[in-house]
């Protein structure tokens, strides 16, 4: 879970003044205006207050549907963000892209380029928000079955629970499934659900396919 119960409103403010100025300053789309930002980000931010208790209120997913497109260079900026307070300003990007799902796949080559990006934070935050996309990311699947290889165990995991969600190639993801579940895996809980994910991508969606290309 996000500590963003432990956030001062001064260091959340500080924040979101930030994220502003590296939004304004990409070349890749044209910003949002001022007051579509402002309100973007409380949209952003609503899942993490207290009263509502992790949940992204309707009105708020309204709205964040509403600018559509237009929220994605602010996402993927959240995604890359560099703070003290990364696990928020990743969180709220996640949050955005939960709520656009499939909306989102003009994010999809950004997000592509973040899975090669040398913080692991920014690599596991751009297979999470991938795996909301879905089908429409499946240009990044050869991208996440690399990523079942990372250093990070956190990568690795969210690798292989992206690619229940992003299909690709049976030929490339059945093999690297098969691979990755021999292990290593960390012990533990983290282990338990990288390994689980392969398993129920495995199972569920390539069944016929891994009967054909694993070797018993």
């Not at 995604?79 to 955005?96: E, F, K, W, Y």
């Not at 989102?104 to 935050?125: I, K």
């Amino acid at each position: 879970s996000f500590a963003f119960g432990q956030m001062s409103i001064f260091r959340l403010i500080l924040l979101v003044t930030g994220l502003c100025a590296i939004v304004q300053a990409s070349a890749e789309a044209e910003p949002l205006s001022a007051p579509e930002f402002a309100k973007l980000t409380n949209w952003l931010l609503a899942p993490f207050l207290p009263a509502n208790e992790g949940g992204m209120p309707w009105d708020a997913q309204q709205g964040i549907r509403a600018l559509g497109t237009n929220a994605l260079p602010v996402l993927v900026a959240f995604v890359r963000h560099r703070d003290t307070n990364l696990i928020t300003s990743q969180g709220m990007a996640l949050s955005g892209f939960t709520v656009l799902g499939p909306w989102a796949a003009p994010a999809v080559g950004q997000l592509s380029e973040c899975l090669n990006d040398s913080r692991p934070d920014v690599r596991e935050t751009a297979a999470q928000c991938l795996s909301q996309i879905g089908a429409p990311a499946s240009n990044a699947t050869p991208a996440l079955v690399s990523l079942l290889g990372d250093v990070a165990p956190g990568v690795r995991r969210e690798a292989a629970i992206a690619l229940m969600n992003v299909p690709g190639s049976p030929n490339l993801v059945v093999p690297a499934l098969a691979r990755f579940l021999e292990g290593p895996h960390p012990a533990g809980a983290s282990g338990e659900m990288e390994q689980g994910a392969a398993l129920v991508t495995l199972h569920y969606h390539y069944l016929k396919e891994s009967v054909q290309l694993i070797p018993l």
